[in-house]
């Protein structure tokens, strides 16, 4: 089979030959489950590794060539971590929680970075992920270490500006008067907005729980 390694300029990478899909040595093997193990972190990490290098050798190679393909700079992990933290706590994967501290930690997120991604999360995952999460990492957040490196993020990528009550004004359209509030043509209106703001959040929430 023909390697696409040489594409990225790779051809041993986490142990394993790339150059060569269809076959795969004991040393590699070896050299890869000790490269799954060097962050000690949760060891789901090392099993799930293990069980298709042991098993699937050809695409725990293509598996690992795509993975660093797309994922493997280091703000590529740190979105991927930050998109995995939501999806864990939705499902209520707590090793997976755990393990997504540890990545952002290790990709430069402090403590209080982490959590807002977690707040943020909890939008969607509500008090049952809030819980997936304190089960998780609830006896170790008072010792979480600093990182002990700067955070790397996409080309680009920046806080929001906060919008200018102005900006804000002009999109909404002009402010109600006293007059508008409190008539009864103004009070139609203002029905009628909120019944069309009910319906989408309705719509939003039937179009997630599918």
């Known amino acids: 089979m023909t390697s696409y390694s040489r594409t990225l300029d790779v051809d041993t990478w986490q142990g394993l030959d790339l150059r060569n899909i269809d076959r795969t040595t004991p040393e590699e093997i070896n050299a890869h489950l000790i490269e799954s193990w060097s962050h000690r972190q949760p060891l789901y990490?090392?099993?799930?590794?293990?069980?298709?290098?042991?098993?699937?050798?050809?695409?725990?190679?293509?598996?690992?060539?795509?993975?660093?393909?797309?994922?493997r700079h280091p703000a590529n992990v740190l979105m991927l971590a930050a998109q995995n933290m939501q999806s864990y706590m939705m499902l209520g994967w707590e090793t997976g929680i755990l393990n997504t501290f540890h990545t952002l930690r290790r990709s430069g997120l402090t403590k209080g970075q982490v959590m807002e991604i977690v707040m943020f999360s909890q939008l969607y995952a509500g008090m049952r992920g809030l819980g997936h999460v304190y089960r998780a990492v609830g006896d170790i957040l008072a010792v979480f270490a600093d990182p002990v490196s700067a955070p790397t993020f996409p080309d680009g990528w920046g806080a929001t500006r906060r919008r200018s009550s102005a900006a804000w004004t002009s999109r909404r359209g002009p402010s109600l008067t006293r007059t508008a509030r409190t008539s009864p043509a103004?009070?139609?209106?203002?029905?009628?907005?909120?019944?069309?703001?009910?319906?989408?959040?309705?719509?939003?929430?039937?179009?997630?729980s599918r």
Do not use: E, Q, V
């Open 45 to 71: 990490n090392l099993y799930a590794n293990s069980l298709m290098i042991d098993y699937a050798p050809d695409f725990a190679k293509l598996h690992r060539w795509g993975s660093d393909f797309f994922g």
């Open 186 to 208: 103004g009070t139609r209106r203002r029905s009628a907005t909120c019944r069309t703001r009910s319906s989408s959040a309705s719509s939003i929430i039937r179009s997630s």
